[in-house]
């Protein structure tokens, strides 16, 4: 039976260290509105110590990184399961996903920010990486989608890029909005409630600007 890893410094890592640590992360910039942490609040946070950020992701930069590709690939796997889907028509396909896009953001409104913050900092192999692994193949999901209904009749045609910007700006805008919700709407929480308003609303204003009727 395998033991309980441990760290070079002979720190022991409990079961379950590196997915909580990543959990953590995310709840706290996610309740911040931040793209940052500091590893005290991490290890207060988890629970654990701070050296198994470096023992699971060499260091900070490595755990953001880490958090990205959790996020983003779990994002990947739901569109590509979606494009891929039969006996939807290209209308439902992209309402469902806008659905999702809402959704999403909604539990990760720092996946936008943090995706820039990562490119900037990384080298351009790394900056290609994420762009070829996470950015582009949401793109040729768009690509597919907006060309299937052209097909069908049921888009008009769009530049799949443009949509793509349009899509991201909508819901990374609304969900990093926190201090103009307080200051102009004395509303200091993304509720439930405001989400799902936000979320027929975006529905409504994108599917009626590519809706071929």
Same mark, same amino acid.
């Given at each position: ?6 760290? @070079?410094?002979?720190? *022991? *890592?409990?079961?379950? *260290? ?62 590509? @399961? ?9 209308? &439902? ?76 700006? &909508?819901?990374?805008r609304f969900f990093s909005t926190r201090l103009i919700l307080k ?6 929480t993304l509720t439930e409630e405001l989400r799902d308003r936000y ?8 599917? @009626? ?5």
């Amino acid at each position: 039976m395998r033991g309980t890893p441990e760290t @070079a410094s002979g720190l *022991a *890592a409990p079961p379950g *260290a590196r997915d909580l640590l990543l959990d953590t992360a995310s709840a706290i910039m996610r309740e911040g509105d931040v793209i940052d942490i500091s590893l005290s609040e991490l290890s207060l946070r988890s629970g654990l110590n701070s050296a198994l950020v470096k023992y699971y992701f060499g260091n900070k930069a490595g755990l953001l990184k880490a958090l990205l590709d959790r996020d983003w690939q779990a994002i990947v796997t739901s569109v590509d @399961a979606l494009v891929a889907k039969d006996g939807w028509s290209p209308e &439902a396909k992209l309402r469902r996903h806008l659905w999702k896009v809402v959704d999403t953001f909604y539990e990760v409104p720092y996946l936008n920010r943090l995706t820039m913050r990562v490119i900037r900092e990384s080298d351009d192999a790394e900056a290609r990486r994420i762009a070829d692994c996470y950015l582009s193949p949401i793109y040729r999901a768009y690509e597919q989608l907006i060309g299937d209904g052209v097909k069908a009749g049921v888009f008009r045609e769009i530049d799949p890029q443009l949509f793509y910007i349009t899509v991201t700006g &909508a819901v990374d805008r609304f969900f990093s909005t926190r201090l103009i919700l307080k200051h102009c709407f004395d509303q200091d929480t993304l509720t439930e409630e405001l989400r799902d308003r936000y979320r027929e609303h975006t529905i409504d204003i994108i599917m @009626a600007g590519i809706l071929a009727r």
